[in-house]
C-alpha cells in the first residue's frame, strides 16, 4: 500500500493502476451515474479518470495520509483529501476509502464520503465514455 499511495501522490497513476487486480470491485456511493458496484480494472479506472478529468487537466492534488492510515492483514483505510482545480474555483472532497488486499493486489475499494451531496454535484450523471 505504501508503493500505490506513492505513486498516486506522485501523479504516476498508471503505476498506481498495476496494483489492482484483474477483478477489483469499487463500491462508489451515492446518486451519480457510477453510484453502485464497479467490477473489474477497467470499471475502477475508468471512475478514477472520469473524476480526475474533472479537475482542470486532470490536476487533482492526492494528499492520501495527511489524516491518517488504517492497516490490517487484509484492510487498509485511508483517510484522504482531493482537491479538484476547476476554473469555477478548488473543490475539496474528504472521504475514506477502505481497501481490501490480497497478494500484494487491490482486490476491493470502498468509498465512505464526508459530503456526498458535494461528490454527486461535482461527478455529475455522465458516466465516462468507454
Known sequence: MQSYIAAARSGDFSAAYRFYSEDIVGHVPGRSAFAGELRGRQAVIGYIEHARALSRDADVDVELNVVDMLASDERVALIVREVFHRSTGDVEIKRSNVYRVRGGQ????????????????????????A
Open 106 to 129: 487491490i482486490v476491493e475499494i470502498s468509498i465512505y464520503e464526508a459530503n456526498q451531496y458535494e461528490v454527486d454535484a461535482l461527478v455529475g450523471s455522465e458516466p465516462a465514455a
